[in-house]
């Protein structure tokens, strides 16, 4: 079993940047494709980027440079750090665990992943 729980989230105008963190119990942490996914209201949860195990990147084409997925093993922590955000970028972010590796996994799929974290708040005003 792994719990996930995100924090970092917030109201930040656009232009400006966050980082979120997502904190995860269990020994296995390093063992994991780790996954940061979004969701907006009214639209369905959808992906943001991936980071396999030996730190390789998946991002969604909307990223455009702009954000960075990073891991700490020895803190069991994954982190996204948004940077140019957008109005559009506003939506419910969540961090997901699944089985790698990143490679074979197809990690753009929800079904990919077995443990999700509460989620965190992200709002960018304009």
């Known amino acids: 079993q792994v719990q996930l729980v995100e924090s970092g989230g917030g109201l930040v105008q656009a232009g400006g940047s966050l980082r979120l963190s997502c904190a995860a119990s269990?020994?296995?942490?390093?063992?994991?494709?780790m996954g940061w996914f979004r969701q907006a209201p009214g639209k369905e949860r959808e992906f943001v980027a991936a980071?396999?195990?030996?730190?390789?990147?998946v991002y969604a084409d909307f990223v455009e440079g702009r954000f960075t997925i990073s891991r700490d093993n020895a803190k069991n922590t994954v982190y996204l750090q948004m940077s140019s955000l957008t109005p559009d970028d506003t939506a419910v972010y969540y961090c997901?665990?699944?089985?790698?590796?990143?490679?074979?996994?197809?990690?753009?799929?929800?079904?990919?992943?077995?443990?999700w974290g509460q989620g965190t708040q992200v709002t960018v005003s304009s």
């Open positions: 980071i396999g195990w030996y730190i390789n990147t």
């Open positions: 997901a665990a699944g089985s790698g590796p990143l490679t074979t996994m197809t990690p753009t799929l929800l079904s990919r992943y077995n443990y």
């Open positions: 269990g020994r296995t942490f390093s063992s994991y494709v």
